[in-house]
């Protein structure tokens, strides 16, 4: 990470362990409707985090924060599909916004600055996170990983 000038290490440890946390599938949407579907899009899960209560309204926050940032560092282009055009500034915005809303809402101090921070820094994370999608997409780099057996 220190293309993006990330040198705090609880934020590259929270962004490592969201990248592989959103590495399975069945993590990406974690939220749900009242008839039990899957919410899929950004302005619905920002309605659900609205509405929530106290106690899971943080959880809600910190997972549109970590939504937000994977989609834009690894998806980025996932945002111009035509059922679901939205800029990546909108995105940004609330990924922000969810991060120091979690922060907020936090009661341990050691959460409470790492969503802080997470908020600060999140378009070096977003920076980070697209440097990590090319340099493993490289051609060079995916004979290089299978070559030596090297599994990202």
């Known amino acids: 990470m220190t293309q993006a000038q990330l040198s705090d290490n609880q934020v590259v440890l929270h962004v ?49 924060g970590d939504y937000v940032l994977f989609t834009l560092g690894v998806f980025p282009e996932s945002l111009e599909k035509p059922r679901r055009p939205s800029s990546a500034t909108f995105y940004a915005y609330h990924g922000r916004r969810s991060y120091m809303a979690a922060s907020e809402l936090q009661r341990r101090s050691e959460a409470t600055q790492l ?7 999140f378009e070096r994370c977003v920076l980070g996170l697209n440097w990590f999608k090319q340099y493993t997409n490289d051609p060079f780099y995916q004979y290089m990983f299978r070559e ?3 599994s990202i």
Request: overall charge negative; charged content about 20%.
């Open 16 to 64: 490592s362990q969201m990248v592989l946390h959103f590495l399975h599938t069945d993590n990406l949407y974690p939220l749900h409707d009242e008839s039990g579907a899957k919410i899929c899009y950004l302005t619905d899960m920002i309605q659900m985090a609205e509405q929530a209560g106290l106690k899971q309204k943080e959880k809600v926050y910190q997972y549109i």
């Open 148 to 150: 030596f057996s090297v």
């Open 115 to 121: 969503y802080r921070k997470m908020a600060d820094q």
